[in-house]
């Protein structure tokens, strides 16, 4: 279970642009520059602008379009997850706090933390609910698998917060909000 404190070991470009960044911003932190670093899970539901790359999102979609879902070594790795609104209303929080609460400190921001499969069930579950069937596929593993868990602790203890969109109120929005036989145009 990942916290703040522990070591990041970042292994492609984008995440080790990400820990450069903290540790720059970390190192500007002073009174009058209150730097605030958050850690998001990976982020899933509606947006005006869909991102469709992202692991909730992209069952969604091939949900929808190939009525498949393709689980790379069986699904079993771990992701943290966290809505779209509530990485908004974290953002706003550590923006409007008090200065010293926040000032170069690293909160992690997530919801809960799922099984790749768990996703993969919890779509194509919702989607049965609309009468579209989803089949479920074993796939080989990529190069690079991502497979942790955090917590939100410090971020519940410091400030008071924890997200609370759970992934089957995203879905059910995601499905009410985007008509399902446009899902491929948006893609």
């Known amino acids: 279970m990942f916290d703040e404190q522990t070591p990041v070991e970042p292994r492609g470009a984008y995440s080790k642009s990400k820990k450069y960044a903290e540790e720059a911003l970390q190192r500007l932190s002073d009174k009058r520059f209150a730097p605030t670093i958050l850690r998001q899970g990976t982020v899933y539901g509606y947006s005006p602008r869909m991102r469709f790359d992202l692991v909730v999102n992209t069952f969604l979609k091939d949900a929808v379009t190939v009525r498949k879902l393709y689980l790379h070594g069986g699904g079993w790795q771990w992701r943290p997850l966290v809505a779209v609104g509530d990485v908004a209303a ?98």
């Open 90 to 187: 974290a953002h706003l929080l550590c923006l409007t706090a008090d200065p010293d609460a926040v000032r170069g400190e690293i909160f992690n921001v997530m919801q809960e933390n799922y099984q790749v499969r768990q996703l993969a069930m919890l779509v194509a579950g919702s989607l049965s609910l609309v009468g579209r069937s989803v089949e479920l596929v074993d796939a080989p593993l990529p190069k690079i698998v991502r497979d942790y868990r955090m917590t939100n602790l410090k971020m519940t203890q410091r400030l008071g917060f924890t997200p609370a969109i759970t992934m089957l109120e995203s879905i059910d929005d995601m499905l009410k909000r985007i008509p399902l036989d446009k899902v491929a145009l948006l893609a």
